[in-house]
């Protein structure tokens, strides 16, 4: 056994060893990037079995999505024996919660068979509430009803609408027998402060308690960590204070960095040493994050000495970044694209990418664009698992009662959902009393026999052989093969994508039985992004993906885009120094995901909302010392035609927008934050700046303004797609439009060129 444990411990530095070994009180563990943040939480996990600290059923080890889940069951198992770490329970936060209150389900008031709404699911509810209301309207009030229960607070006073809204919906939530996201960790909470018993279980079940990522936890998974800490358990939090970048999610950074003053026995280990990056690369990082004020001080060093210094380029419009990044791929074998990566801000940038590399024949992948749980075809087969598991789920009726066409109206879905409950039995009762006639009363006895169908075949036969009659029962097969045909689908898309669902349902946790369907609805629920697919024209080629995305992931050559202020960090209403301070942490892990080249690209014009507009370098940039950064004023920068431009233009505006009174924030951050950007870029870089001018023989674009969700539209750039959601900027309307390839763009509705088709 000592020999195991001293094998265990051996290749750990200083800092690493220090924090497997403590295991008393608490312990946070600050653990910068590429630190070795995944070594140390399971070689500790190990060490606390085979040093006898804990059995491993005693262990509860948390995080935040299924990857990172089985990463760490697979490091454990290495270390301990599948069959030893198979013991521990390694979950999500929402997991864990899922594990408890399907094992108190009456105590939490909840029905047995329970599914979980995902944001659209959600939505979709509070749409049943409020079939009259705007559709933006609603998925605005469902964003700001999760983003209350995250935090633990109801609507203010002062906002009756929502407050009507979050009642309501709430209300309705709980007759479907279901819980949203924010429920799995409130009704959590409610349940273990309701029920000593419940509470001093779990003190009892779990001695060490070990939660990775913490910087990424909100108000609700803090409070259930401390009710889930007993008197004797070892609680220990992993996190990086300065990676911290899911604000819009609710991630409380204030969690990670008061966490001794919470458990005032805390002990602190920093994991400073970076494996990962080299020096130079992690030294402009550096300069970045130590400009925020709230974070915890760290020496951080790097492991691989010197290396080459980041390259800064100035282009003039996205397609010069696109074709700067091309030009440096080609200098270098092509073997070496697929530990390539381009970072943006958001998924709109990614265009110009995809045109350039498909006329330089560029092999890519886009991460992130579209996820398989996204698809039409992919929802409407899990909507009828989950009405077949719980046949209260209002949304999966409402979705999939009238799919494939049987010639039930809305006015007859909406007095079967009234009836509330059981959704099978009102249908019934509808028919019995003869308020469904013709072929609305054939469609609705047909759509009942094919649930009742599914329900008797649940106990003879296997899941996958269960979704796949499901899917000829209620017609959902044939309907996608006639799509794909008609369509001209390349290799039946949808109807490979159905059977792949089927074959999921194959795996031994989700074959057989309500059990299995319930693990299957839950991981497909709780963490979508494990299904998250590619999209692009290789298998492998470089990976285009946002700042976001790239969370967790490293890469030999990264080029970092888009790093002009209004794009990074981005400009807008209400903007505050914690809002800036986010975006400085999401160029810290931008920076950190390359290992050996990093470069960083600024355009001085792109074309957004329909219109070319002029753009300042991002003050970040500023913040990087100048040995530590290589700077490159290409010399093949074509010239303005009439004089510069002003390169600050976009923050004049944006400045006389704040001082109109319109913006809730009037802090002027023009002398801390913008002047020292504008000094440096006037007075060192001067990239040069194109004016774009309209020709005098273009012909004008007729301006469509009367659009609406699901109108067909075409662009000349993007092709073919759908109106899926109309936002309002100012008086502006913003038609966010999903096009055929299945990328998604916006566009400013009578300015835009969009043919209405």
């Given at each position: 056994m000592t020999e195991n444990i001293d094998s265990l411990l051996a290749g750990l530095n200083e800092q690493q060893r220090q924090a497997v070994l403590i295991n008393d009180g608490s312990l946070l563990?600050?653990?910068?990037?590429g630190s070795g943040k995944t070594r140390v939480i399971t070689t500790k996990i190990a060490y606390t079995i085979l040093s006898g600290l804990a059995r491993p059923w005693e262990i509860l080890a948390v995080t935040f999505t299924n990857k990172a889940c089985a990463e760490m069951r697979d490091r454990v198992a290495a270390y301990v024996g599948t069959e030893t770490a198979s013991q521990c329970m390694i979950r999500t936060f929402h997991s864990f919660g899922v594990w408890l209150l399907r094992r108190y389900y009456e105590q939490a008031g909840l029905s047995k068979n329970f599914t979980i709404y995902d944001d659209r699911e959600s939505a979709a509810l509070l749409q049943q509430c409020y079939p009259n209301h705007p559709k933006k309207d609603i998925d605005d009030a469902a964003r700001k009803i999760s983003g209350l229960k995250d935090r633990m607070q109801k609507p203010p006073a002062i906002n009756s609408q929502l407050t009507e809204f979050y009642n309501t919906y709430q209300k309705r939530l709980d007759q479907t027998g279901n819980v949203d996201f924010a429920d799995m960790i409130l009704k959590s909470i409610t349940l273990l402060k309701d029920h000593p018993d419940v509470r001093e279980y779990i003190h009892s079940r779990f001695k060490v308690i070990l939660v990775d990522e913490?910087?990424?936890?909100?108000?609700?998974?803090?409070?259930?960590?401390?009710?889930?800490?007993?008197?004797?358990?070892?609680l220990c939090v992993v996190g990086d204070d300065?990676?911290?970048i899911y604000r819009f999610r609710g991630a409380q950074v204030e969690n990670i960095l008061n966490f001794p003053k919470t458990f005032k026995d805390t002990k602190t280990v920093v994991l400073g040493r970076n494996y990962r990056c080299t020096e130079h690369i992690l030294n402009a990082a550096r300069d970045v994050i130590t400009n925020n004020s709230s974070r915890a001080a760290k020496d951080l060093s790097a492991e691989n000495s010197g290396g080459m210094k980041p390259a800064l380029y100035f282009v003039n419009t996205e397609y010069d970044e696109a074709q700067k990044v091309i030009d440096i791929l080609k200098r270098s074998p092509r073997e070496s694209y697929n530990s390539t990566a381009v970072l943006y801000r958001t998924n709109a940038q990614s265009k110009a990418f995809e045109d350039r590399f498909i006329m330089n024949n560029i092999p890519y992948r886009i991460?992130?664009?579209?996820?398989f749980y996204d698809r039409e075809e992919v929802r409407d087969a899990i909507a009828l698992i989950s009405l077949l598991a719980n046949p209260r789920d209002s949304v999966a009726f409402e979705r999939m009662v009238n799919k494939p066409t049987r010639g039930i109206g809305p006015a007859t879905v909406e007095k079967i959902i009234e009836k509330g409950g059981n959704m099978l039995d009102?249908?019934?009762?509808?028919?019995?009393?003869?308020?469904?006639k013709g072929r609305a009363a054939t469609g609705l006895q047909e759509f009942v026999?094919?649930?009742?169908?599914?329900?008797i075949e649940l106990d003879k036969t296997d899941n996958s052989t269960l979704l796949r009659k499901l899917l000829a029962e209620f017609g959902i097969m044939e309907y996608y093969t006639k799509r794909d045909k008609d369509e001209h689908a390349k290799d039946s898309s949808r109807v490979e994508n159905l059977n792949q669902l089927v074959n999921m349902l194959t795996a031994e946790a989700f074959c057989t039985g309500m059990e299995g369907i319930h693990a299957f609805l839950e991981y497909v629920s709780l963490d979508p992004s494990s299904l998250e697919q590619t999209e692009g024209k290789a298998t492998d080629g470089v990976t285009l993906i946002t700042m976001h995305n790239t969370k967790g992931l490293e890469f030999d050559r990264v080029f970092v885009t888009g790093m002009e202020d209004e794009i990074f960090p981005s400009l807008r209403e209400g903007w505050t120094e914690a809002d800036l301070e986010e975006e400085r942490r999401i160029c810290y892990v931008a920076f950190t995901r390359a290992r050996k080249e990093l470069y960083i690209i600024s355009a001085s014009s792109r074309m957004m909302w329909g219109h070319t507009s002029m753009h300042t370098p991002s003050r970040f940039l500023s913040e990087i010392r100048k040995e530590h950064i290589e700077k490159h004023d290409e010399a093949d920068y074509k010239k303005p035609s009439y004089g510069y431009a002003n390169p600050f233009a976009s923050y004049n505006s944006y400045r006389s927008y704040r001082s109109s009174g319109t913006s809730r924030d009037t802090t002027d951050y023009s002398s801390k934050y913008i002047k020292p950007a504008r000094d440096k870029y006037e007075d060192d870089w001067k990239p040069k700046a194109t004016l774009i001018k309209k020709s005098k023989t273009e012909p004008e674009a007729k301006p469509v303004t009367d659009w609406k969700v699901g109108d067909r539209a075409e662009s000349d750039l993007m092709g073919k797609g759908e109106v899926i959601k109309i936002n309002k900027f100012g008086n502006k309307d913003i038609l966010v439009i999903k096009f055929e390839d299945g990328r998604t763009g916006n566009f400013v509705s009578g300015i835009a060129k969009l043919k209405k088709i």
């Open positions: 563990v600050f653990a910068g990037a913490y910087q990424d936890s909100n108000t609700a998974q803090f409070l259930l960590l401390q009710l889930l800490k007993g008197p004797q358990t070892f300065d990676q911290s991460v992130g664009s579209l996820r009102a249908c019934r009762t509808l028919m019995e009393d003869g308020e469904v026999r094919a649930w009742e169908s599914g329900y």
